[in-house]
């Protein structure tokens, strides 16, 4: 048998990541040792801590790589079109991201290290949402919406799609596309007779 071709260090790291994901997903962060991710890839722990550092220094590339990705689908998906079909685009992207990347999602949603000052669930999709914040307050200004209000809608829209998805990888039904219609429909009764400036209701007096 012809002994085994080395992997270059690219091809390496690239497999470290793919099979840390997968271990991440399915344990979550405090679950998963080096010693396991090295056994799925088939090399020696050194070989992690070389590429990585440790368990946590791949956990956050792999974080971060999945951050990047839902954030440029939702950029993506906002680029164009009328306000509400870009609601509904954005909450779409977000949804077949859930569906086409199960194990990239589930790592969002496990836990994180509790040394880190990110990678739990609440400072990801504040991460999230900061960034699609500015990519929405563009395209708010230019759909006539007060730019400076973007990032509300941008953390109400992802916190919203997150939790929902959350719930439909248990249920996987109905497709993506009508759970994104839905959510859009929610959204955009209150953003259609949005006014320039919101103000609180004022208190009725009591008779």
Do not use: C
Not at 99 to 104: A, K, V
Not at 137 to 166: E, N, R, S
């Amino acid at each position: 048998m012809p002994p085994r071709k080395k992997l270059t260090a690219a091809a390496r790291r690239a497999q470290l990541i793919e099979v840390g994901r997968a271990a991440f997903a399915k344990k979550g962060y405090e679950a998963t040792s080096v010693e396991q991710i090295a056994d799925r890839a088939k090399v020696s722990k050194p070989i992690v801590y070389e590429h990585f550092g440790g368990k946590e220094g791949l956990y956050a590339v792999i974080v971060d790589r999945e951050v990047e990705h839902v954030v440029a689908l939702i950029s993506e998906a906002i680029a164009s079109g009328s306000p509400r079909e870009r609601l509904e685009k954005a909450a779409l992207a977000f949804l077949t991201y859930v569906r086409d990347h199960p194990e990239g999602f589930a790592v969002l949603t496990h836990d994180a290290p509790v040394t880190a000052s990110r990678g739990n669930l609440s400072s990801l999709l504040n991460d999230v949402a900061e960034r699609v914040g500015k990519v929405f307050a563009i395209a708010f200004k230019k759909a006539g919406y007060d730019a400076k209000a973007a990032p509300i809608y941008a953390h109400a829209l992802v916190g919203m799609v997150t939790f929902v998805g959350q719930w439909w990888t248990e249920t996987r039904k109905p497709p993506v596309e009508k759970v994104a219609s839905h959510l859009a429909g929610l959204a955009w009764m209150g953003l259609r007779h949005l006014p320039t400036q919101p103000a609180p209701i004022r208190q009725r007096p009591v008779s």
